[in-house]
């Protein structure tokens, strides 16, 4: 008996085997892709590299030898004169103090003008829809320019102090929040907000009254996560002037061997401040955004 094929029979068989054979073109052409990318970022970092080393005062490869000598000998003298480390402590406490305000403050004003970028910027929410684009591009060269760049122009404005390193921070700080902010207002419920239009609510308490209730949590949540950050960018920027422990770290170093104790001190505040305003903010982003007690 002669065994015939249907052609309608046949026609799945051939429409699944073509898909198999193309979803593995695809995944050919991906892992090639992929592998080129790969080979093109490895020779750019290798040349970077390369470059870098060239430009610097020594080469890499030899002082990667005594990479350890300057920690050591801060170690040492620390410990030589580790009798005098409760005095340090109490003496470079204040510093701490105006790098955890120039933290803070900056973190606020940054958050409060993230949080006008945001509304702005999302799409169904924006006071001036046309302007979204506009909003945006705002918010990414905010966060383009390095705090430093910015700290380092207002000190040539202003003077040295704290006052460049809050603005500096806060300037960057609302290009960050503002994104943030916005995706998440992106994924509000709209139904509070047009309940609130419908009995002629005006933009402000729209957004103060039927979103803000939903976002609030992730707007604490993020705002925390950058006070983290901008405690090590306000640390940093004492390097160029701008007070706080940076710049009394800054000092230390500079003088070198008889000074290496305060710089160890300085060294077990910032420390010390970092890790125990992580471990707080941690535990208070988990309780708000996942309501866990960690």
């Keep these: 008996m002669t065994d015939i094929s249907h052609p309608a029979a046949a026609a799945p068989q051939t429409r699944i085997a073509d898909l198999q054979a193309g979803y593995m073109e695809l995944a050919r052409k991906k892992r090639l892709y992929g592998g080129l990318t790969l080979v093109v970022f490895v020779l750019l970092l290798v040349s970077g590299f390369v470059v870098a080393d060239g430009r610097n005062a ?7 030898a005594n990479v350890g000598d300057y920690p050591a000998a801060v170690i040492s003298e620390a410990w030589e004169k580790r009798a005098e480390l409760p005095a340090n402590l109490v003496k470079f ?30 799409r169904g929410l ?52 503002g994104k943030l902010f916005s995706e998440v207002t992106e994924n509000a419920d709209l139904k509070p907000v047009d309940g609130l239009a419908s009995v002629g609510a005006n933009w402000s308490q729209r957004m103060l009254l039927g979103v803000m209730p939903q976002v609030a949590p992730n707007f604490v949540s993020y705002s925390l996560l950058r006070f983290e950050i901008n405690i090590r960018a306000s640390a940093i920027l004492g390097f160029v002037g701008a007070g ?20 160890a001190a300085i060294f077990i505040l910032l420390f010390g401040a ?20 960690a």
């Design 274 to 293: 970092i890790v125990l305003f992580d471990q707080l903010s941690s535990r208070y982003r988990n309780r708000l955004t996942e309501g866990g007690h």
């Design 93 to 122: 406490f204040p510093a701490l103090v105006e790098t955890l305000n120039i933290a803070a403050v900056s973190t606020l004003v940054g958050a409060l003008l993230g949080l006008v970028l945001s509304f702005l910027s999302t």
């Design 58 to 64: 020594g080469g890499f490869w030899d002082g990667l």
């Design 244 to 263: 706080g422990l940076g710049y009394e770290l800054r000092n230390a170093m500079s003088w070198g061997p008889g000074q290496f104790d305060a710089a």
């Design 126 to 177: 924006a006071r001036w829809p046309r302007l979204v684009p506009l909003f945006r591009r705002i918010m990414d060269i905010m966060r383009a320019v390095p705090e430093i760049v910015i700290a380092l122009v207002l000190i040539f404005m202003l003077g040295g102090g704290p006052v460049p390193a809050m603005i500096a921070i806060a300037f960057h700080t609302a290009g960050a929040l």
